[in-house]
């Protein structure tokens, strides 16, 4: 049983008013609400065990090294990787795919070499390779999608040369809620010896994710929108791959040994954690982690896409309605889930801002504009959407308010 009731009891934020009005949190995508368990496991992390970890002999050092390391077998458990020595906490997302961006292209490529990325990515997708390919004269190529929001994966090979040296695409999009086939492209990719990097921003807080089963190189996520402190993410890396790159950043922490001459570099995965991490928000992650493994997510994926389906359907009854990217949660002829939990429309010739604007007065919160994807925005001809993405603690009466919202503002215009 989902009960949805005490589930929301679990994320007091969600009970408050905002003008006057009962929130309706529909930005989701950009990040979650805390749970208590995950305030009350940092605050008492500060208040009894607070001390730097990793370096200390004493007491307090030890026990919060115990629950830094613990929050990384947990994070090892969540996504199914062969060992801790994989998991590599970062800020987030963004970090991770900075981090490899700049060991990969430092290390495995050459002027002229090329990267691929598509064309639903988010910037931080995108940025860090560009940053790469200015330095160092690699190219980044783009995977078209078609008109329904898809990949075109099919074309994929067009797109592979003998430079492509590596692959990084978005899991899910942060716009269209696309569901990629990642598996397949990883196959693909691995036919040619090329490593494939995931950015599962949008998957890992709404799927069960098994990077072996994906057998994707690298994976990289945010602790923010899986219901975990801000400032804390995960870079998945194979062993074999994280060996070969050169360390990110230098400093305290990530080394061996430090002579004027030469300095030799920690084992996996410190070699990569240059400076104090962020223990409390390890421990903060972990216990989000926990909190979605006791819901379990299997059900969390139930709830939200029959909340994505049922506002779809209530979206489309909406006059001169424009829905971006695929229409239903399960494709047509394939039968396997193709959208997440996010949904981005436009209504005629309203303007996002103006709708979004209007609808946060009626104490629903929806993000509107590019959503830090401008090249998808150009491809689709528009500036931007109004974007509803939804959590484990969302409902279909919350639906029903944005709907009726929209109508509103749309009979105002
Ligand atoms: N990729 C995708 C698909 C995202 O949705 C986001 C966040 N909107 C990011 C990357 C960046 O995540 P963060 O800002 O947490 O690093």
């Known amino acids: 049983m989902y009960n949805i009731n005490s589930i929301r009891e679990d994320f007091p934020i969600l009970s408050r008013q905002v003008y006057g009005k009962p929130l309706v949190y529909l930005d989701n995508a950009a990040t979650t609400q805390k749970p208590l368990c995950v305030l009350d496991a940092m605050r008492k992390e500060y208040l009894n065990v607070n001390a730097n970890v990793h370096r200390g002999v004493h007491y307090l050092s030890q026990q919060a090294t115990d629950l830094h390391e613990a929050a990384r077998e947990i994070v090892r458990q969540f996504i199914n990787a062969q060992k801790t020595e994989e998991i590599v906490f970062t800020r987030g997302t963004t970090e991770a795919i900075n981090l490899i961006a700049t060991s990969f292209c430092d290390s495995q490529m050459q002027e002229g070499d090329e990267i691929l990325v598509s064309d639903m990515e988010h910037h931080s997708n995108i940025v860090p390779w560009q940053l790469q390919a200015q330095r160092k004269g690699i190219v980044v190529r783009h995977l078209p999608i078609n008109d329904e929001g898809e990949l075109t994966i099919d074309k994929i090979n067009d797109f592979i040369t003998e430079k492509t040296k590596i692959i990084s695409i978005a899991h899910v999009s942060n716009v269209l809620g696309t569901i990629n086939d990642v598996q397949r492209i990883v196959s693909v990719a691995h036919l040619r010896g090329i490593p494939v990097m995931v950015d599962a921003a949008q998957s890992v807080p709404h799927m069960k994710i098994d990077v072996q089963q994906l057998d994707c190189d690298f994976l990289a996520f945010s602790g923010h929108k899986m219901y975990g402190p801000t400032g804390i993410g995960v870079l998945y890396g194979k062993e074999c791959w994280l060996d070969k790159l050169p360390p990110y950043q230098g400093g305290g922490e990530m080394i061996d040994k430090v002579t004027w001459e030469q300095t030799t570099f920690e084992r996996l995965p410190y070699k990569f954690e240059a400076g104090t991490p962020d223990y409390i928000a390890t421990h903060g992650l972990a216990t989000a982690i926990k909190y979605m493994n006791t819901i379990g997510l299997k059900n969390i994926e139930a709830h939200e896409q ?17 829905l971006f990217g695929p229409t239903t949660t399960i494709h047509p002829s ?62 279909k009466e919350e639906i029903d308010t944005l709907v009726a919202g929209i109508h509103r503002i749309s009979q105002m215009f």
């Open 334 to 395: 394939s039968h396997c889930p193709q959208k997440d939990a996010v949904v981005s429309f436009l209504v005629g010739d309203i303007h996002h801002l103006d709708m979004g604007t209007l609808l946060d007065r009626l104490g629903i919160a929806v993000r509107t504009g590019h959503h830090c994807a401008q090249p998808l925005m150009d491809r689709l001809g528009i500036s931007g959407t109004v974007r509803a993405s939804f959590a484990l603690y969302n409902t």
């Open 306 to 322: 029959e909340l994505t389906n049922y506002c779809m359907e209530k979206l489309k009854t909406i006059p001169n309605m424009r």
